[in-house]
């Protein structure tokens, strides 16, 4: 049962790994843990097909935990997290979500007093679960509240000087949870937006809702490419990762947390392992910049610390603590990119105009669970003393895995924390270092694997 507790999250197969029992326990036990600071919790699900089953059986167990359960129904992810900011002051918030996994995938992202719940913590209490595994009386009593209109106003209102924006945006909301919500906003603001997938459905009949992979981005791009829209959106499953394009270009997070920050007085940004030098060398010319460790719950609790006003993961996931609450909000973003063009930047100039890199999409190198982590120790101990032949290397950085810094430029290859994968990345100022730097990292994996 362990491999359901990830590092951010807990999430496993509906039935097979969250089924009744399994899910009225975690409850249950994560219900005391909540009781410590306070009563009141905040549910709420996506538009997978078993979310709302899901979140009966957890409403079960957190009524056995004698909490005061508060529903909020069928909500984007950063809904649920602002229940914990808003009027209804959630003393802990659950989203049942599958995010951008495949449909017969669900789980929970949980925050406690408004930090989240992960790490330690998570493994804890999944094997607390495993010893204290039964079915608990079925209590689906809860106080339905309407989060997402307060939500939607917040966001028409802190928004307000959008309105009547003429640029014409093309929106993918991949029949996930956002639809609704990016409707409303849209109307209210009164953009001029085509709406493509509105309509939440858990089997995602058009395309699966990862906007980090370019085949679910095509209805965007030909809307783009014949000339109907200026710029264009796509949203992930349950609202937290954003895509932004042009006709020309595919923003990815590190690229647009640079434009966010150059709208910052002093910005203090964060980036993770898997973001361009780029990002951090043009940043640290206007402000400061981090870096640490993928994961959006390691960002948040990093964020905190170090008083940011942004942070970024490559994949989509955007954190504005300058002007909101410091977690990862797509519409937020969308909104904050919007704000941008309407102020003057020219996105593809801005994009265009920075030090040209040659860089790979984010890499998927598949292993086991067991094996992941192993694997990354052992290539740490290899490059303390590589081979002759090796590139030479300036830094190496173990903040998350291994970032490999060379003279022309670096590779990062690092052990997922939700999948069974190794990722890996590299960048380079020209396209021949690149494959140097890439060939030479990728034979050492597979030295230390043999």
Not at 3 to 30: A, M, W
Not at 110 to 123: L, Q, R, S, V, Y
Not at 219 to 245: H, I, S, T
Request: proline share 4%; aromatic share 8%; hydrophobic share 40%.
């Amino acid at each position: 049962m362990q491999h359901i507790f990830r590092e951010y999250d807990i999430r496993g197969v509906f039935q097979k790994d969250l089924n009744k029992e399994v899910i009225q326990t975690i409850g249950k036990l994560l219900g005391e843990r909540i009781a410590q600071v306070g009563k009141q919790v905040a549910v709420g699900y996506d538009a997978r097909t078993h979310s709302p089953t899901i979140a009966n059986w957890l409403i079960s167990g957190l009524n056995s935990a004698n909490l005061q359960v508060a529903c909020m129904g069928l909500v984007p992810t950063p809904c649920n997290y602002y229940a914990g900011f808003c009027e209804e002051k959630a003393d802990a918030t659950i989203m049942v979500t599958g995010s951008h996994n495949p449909p017969e995938y669900n789980g929970l992202k949980i925050t406690i007093d408004k930090m989240p719940f992960f790490g330690e913590d998570i493994t804890a209490l999944g094997k607390e679960v495993e010893k204290s595994l039964k079915s608990l009386p079925e209590n689906f009593t809860c106080k339905s509240i309407d989060t997402l209109q307060n939500y939607i106003d917040f966001l028409l209102k802190h928004f307000a000087h959008l309105k009547g924006m003429d640029t014409s945006l093309v929106i993918d909301c991949g029949n996930g949870a956002v639809g609704p919500t990016v409707e409303a906003v849209c109307k209210g603001l009164g953009l001029n937006a085509t709406l493509l997938h509105v309509k939440p459905d858990g089997t995602f009949p058009n395309h699966h809702p990862d906007p980090s992979e370019l085949k679910n981005l095509q209805d965007v791009q030909k809307v783009l490419e014949d000339d109907k829209a200026k710029l264009g959106f796509a949203f992930d499953g349950d609202g937290d990762r954003l895509a932004v394009l042009t006709k020309k270009h595919n923003f990815k997070g590190d690229q647009l947390v640079l434009m966010y920050a150059k709208a910052i007085k002093n910005p203090r940004i964060l980036g993770e392992v898997k973001c361009s030098q780029v990002m951090y060398d043009e940043v640290a010319k206007i402000g400061e910049v981090y870096m640490y460790k993928t994961g959006h719950s390691n960002i948040k609790v990093k964020m905190k610390e170090l008083n940011i006003d942004v942070a970024a993961e490559v994949s989509g996931h955007l954190f504005f603590a300058d002007r909101y609450f410091g977690y990862d909000d797509a519409i937020y973003a969308m909104l904050r990119t919007l704000e941008l063009v309407q102020n003057g930047m020219d996105l593809d100039s801005e994009l265009e105009k920075l030090p040209q890199t040659y860089a790979t999409e984010e890499l998927k190198i598949p292993t086991t669970e067991e094996a992941k982590f192993a694997t990354i120790n052992k290539l740490k101990e290899f490059l303390q003393n590589p081979p002759d032949d090796f590139p030479k290397i300036k830094k190496v950085i173990t903040v998350d895995g291994v970032r490999v810094v060379f003279e022309k430029g670096w590779g990062l290859i690092r052990a997922s924390n939700t999948t069974p994968l190794l990722v890996a990345r590299f960048e380079a100022a020209d396209e021949n270092s690149k494959r140097i730097y890439q060939e030479a990292m990728e034979s050492a994996l597979k030295s230390v694997q043999e």
